[in-house]
């Protein structure tokens, strides 16, 4: 942006105010939908699927965060992407629900997710988990909070087994250095939750799969960097967001002592 563009842009304090409004709206009027008889479809060849209430949380995000910021690109899981987002020094990054399956079963661990993403880094987060009564909120130059408290990482001892949540199948095939060290919890199937897990403290860490995308990650990203851990590649470095690309390979999430361990217990699960 010019000096003259940031003059006059919107602190990431106000861009906060309005996601945060916008996802308790449309966390809401998900949450009038829950535990109740939705259309769901499936898409990308029958592997994911959306509810009703998914498409009615994306439509409120949309038209109330553009409508104020008429200027920010758009990057939802439940809108068609617009390369268009790509030209855009800031834009807003949406998950309309998180936990798509887990809300359709009637568990309760979902969650609305929005990021505002200044040129590739999250600049405003917050989760909204209406089944729970919590949200999570941060901003890059703020500390992250849960229900209006400040949240920070727990801080495991040297030899203490660090409490990870990983899928089933990752944890049996853990390499024989990792096995004692890293203790499994259970599969929290919110992708986004399970980042807000860690920051709060729950939970030391988790390994993500391959393939997860900028709108499970965006926010839970900044939530957890400003509760003092990180959200990395396999490479150590931090994650850029509103690419042409908008997946990621395996990554590791953890406090500042678990990260690294996290990481070399990751690599053999990066697919080629």
């Known amino acids: 942006m010019s000096e003259a563009a940031l003059q006059t842009a919107p602190s990431w ?11 308790v709206a449309a966390g809401d009027t998900a949450l009038g939908y829950f535990r109740k008889t939705v259309d769901v479809r499936w898409k990308n060849e029958g592997r994911s699927p959306v509810s009703e209430a998914d498409l009615a949380a994306n439509d409120i995000l949309k038209t109330r965060l553009l409508a104020a910021r008429a200027d920010y690109g758009w990057l939802s899981e439940e809108t068609d992407d617009d390369a268009t987002r790509l030209s855009r020094d800031t834009v807003f990054v949406v998950d309309p629900i998180d936990g798509t399956r887990a809300f359709i079963s009637g568990k309760d661990l979902w969650c609305v997710s929005v990021a505002v993403v200044h040129q590739g880094q999250p600049t405003a987060g917050v989760l909204y988990a209406p089944a729970l009564g919590e949200i999570y909120q941060a901003t890059l130059d703020g500390e992250a909070r849960k229900n209006d408290a400040a949240i920070r990482v727990r801080d495991p001892l040297p030899n203490e087994r660090l409490q990870v949540a990983m899928a089933e199948d990752i944890a049996g095939k853990l390499a024989a250095p990792y096995r004692d060290r890293l203790a499994r919890v259970p599969h929290v199937p919110s992708l986004a939750y399970r980042l807000a897990m860690i920051a709060d403290g729950r939970i ?26 990180a959200l990395r590649g396999l490479d150590g470095t931090p994650l850029s967001y509103n690419r042409p690309i908008v997946s990621h390979g395996v990554l590791g999430a953890g406090s500042g002592p678990a990260l690294p361990a996290l990481l070399a217990a990751s690599k053999p699960f990066d697919a080629h």
């Open 13 to 23: 304090d106000e861009d906060l105010k309005l996601i945060l409004a916008a996802a």
């Open 204 to 229: 030391d860490g988790t390994i993500v799969k391959k393939n997860a995308h900028d709108w499970d990650l965006a926010a839970a990203d900044l939530i957890l960097a400003r509760a003092g851990g």
